[in-house]
């Protein structure tokens, strides 16, 4: 077993992600150190994928210590969780001032902020990144979204763009710069994924639409897919979409979508970035109904029984084919950029909380390549930031504000016939409901605040004066006849 410190960067965790960051950042010139706590890993990488290659298998943690040049740099990529904290206080022993740990794993941003200060107080430097690609963008190029110790950017800097995916003109532009202090880099990755759960569910919402509503077969949605993503759509999501429509089952030969389970799982990252919405109180409405839908699905058993007894309405016909698949193409651009102008507020609201200098425009960026929902239409919204940093909604933008505009006949349209056909559009209906209440200049909070006045004495404020005012409502009512 090599000990000589010869390695540029440490790796441990050799799970399917860690295993394929581990041959990219190779491949990239870097010689690596890499090591799992089931060490039969670290020996069928050696001798598999591995052989020949820039790697040095270690079979303990003081082992990859030892074969690491200073400044030292170790990524975890591990369950999030315990394991985590266990392995920071296994590395700080043998870890030197200024050297770094960096956790690459789903972890939650309060963990992160929490670490960030614990290894700093030791003298070192810590780094909590986002990593999102999946397998294949681990090997070939992910999204990264570091945060954490400022100090750290520059040493892993060179390594982290160097294997982050790359987009631009000549496709030099690496989807990775410094997000934040701290938790921010954590953050910003759950929002991606809280992205992700409303662009998936917006999806499914538009594949049942045109199933359901004009009776599309699954290879007539391949078109349909085909012909969104070279538009305005163009985004990885419907790409795959588009894909899995094609694949026939191996045993039955029928379409295998169709013998899927409609049971979605969950890792929890969507519900993270509700809660932390409620928390903020600010209506990130499509990733929490995103939530509840893949909750509802959950209970697969129990919908199979209320449909043998519970009736929807009679489903009228849609004529015009050709100009309700528009329609719903409209209605789900329109609802995504309802999605990620909700994310945007969120990220706004928890940079004033947090004190993160974070860069909207650069966030953009960094998901236009390598990550889950990289898609054409962030150089939009890059484009938005650029022109007005303090940009309050992406509403408000003159292209996605033209967008939605244009969209929102053809919206309604299709929320209407969802509604006519007993057909459940959660994502599609609330993105349509923050836009309506987003452009309305006065709801019926007024009524609200009277009712909290009422029976708790909350106070409100009035339209005519300054102050905090209560009413004694039992005194100023008309007595019931």
């Known amino acids: 077993m090599e000990t000589k410190a010869s390695c540029d960067f440490g790796l441990i965790g050799l799970a399917v992600m860690g295993e394929n960051l581990a041959l990219n950042i190779e491949s990239r010139g870097y010689r690596m150190a890499v090591f ?14 591995g052989a020949g290659k820039q790697l040095v298998g ?6 990859l210590v030892q074969s690491l040049k200073p400044p030292r740099k170790v990524m975890m990529l591990v369950k999030a969780g315990p394991a985590v904290d266990e392995l920071i206080d296994q590395l700080i022993p043998l870890l030197s001032p200024g050297d770094i740990i960096i956790d690459g794993g789903n972890t939650h941003f309060a963990d992160t902020e929490r670490r960030t200060r614990y290894v700093e107080n030791r003298g070192l430097l810590f780094v909590g990144s986002g990593v999102s690609g999946g397998e294949e963008g681990a090997l070939l190029g992910p999204s990264l979204m570091p945060g954490g110790s400022a100090a750290a950017w520059p040493i892993i800097k060179p390594i982290f763009q160097s294997i982050a995916a790359k987009v631009g003109p000549r496709q030099d532009i690496p989807c990775c710069e410094w997000v934040g202090p701290r938790g921010a880099g954590h953050y910003v990755k759950m929002v991606h994924n809280g992205i992700e759960y409303g662009d998936m569910q917006m999806i499914c919402e538009a594949y049942f639409l045109l199933q359901q509503a004009i009776g599309l077969s699954n290879s007539q949605l391949y078109d349909v897919f085909a012909d969104w993503n070279r538009g305005d759509l163009d985004s990885y999501l419907i790409e795959i979409t588009r894909d899995i429509f094609s694949v026939k089952d191996s045993l039955t030969k029928n379409d295998l979508v169709d013998m899927i389970l409609d049971k979605a799982g969950s890792k929890g990252t969507g519900k993270w970035m509700s809660q932390l919405a409620l928390d903020l109180g600010v209506p990130s409405t499509l990733v929490t109904e995103a939530v509840y839908a893949r909750c509802l699905s959950a209970i697969q058993p129990a919908r199979v029984r209320a449909s043998q007894v519970l009736t929807g309405p009679k489903k009228p016909q849609v004529a015009d084919r050709s100009g309700f698949i528009e329609a719903v193409r409209q209605a789900l651009y329109a609802s995504k950029i309802c999605s990620y102008a909700q994310g945007f507020v969120q990220l706004r609201a928890a940079a004033e909380e947090h004190d993160w200098p974070l860069n909207f425009g650069d966030l953009a960026l960094l998901w236009r390549g390598g990550c889950i929902i990289r898609a054409k239409f962030l150089d939009r919204i890059k484009e938005a930031f650029d022109a007005q940093p ?21 919206w309604r349209r299709v929320v209407t016939v969802a509604v006519e056909q007993g057909i459940a559009v959660p994502a599609m209906m609330s993105a349509l409901a923050y836009f309506d209440g987003y452009r309305t200049a006065r709801l019926p909070a007024n009524l609200l605040q009277a009712q909290r006045d009422y029976f708790g004495a909350h106070t409100y404020q009035r339209t005519d004066r300054e102050g905090v005012f209560h009413t004694p409502w039992l005194q100023e009512r008309r007595p019931p006849h």
Do not use: K, W
Not at 36 to 49: C, E, F, K, P
Not at 58 to 63: K, L, R, V, W
Not at 400 to 406: I, L, N, P, W
């Open 58 to 63: 270690c079979h303990s943690i003081t082992e």
């Open 36 to 49: 799992n706590r089931t060490t039969d890993r670290v020996d069928q990488l050696m001798q598999g994928r």
């Open 390 to 410: 303090d940009l309050e909604n992406l509403l408000l933008a003159p292209y996605f504000r033209q967008a939605v505009e244009a969209a929102q006949a053809s």
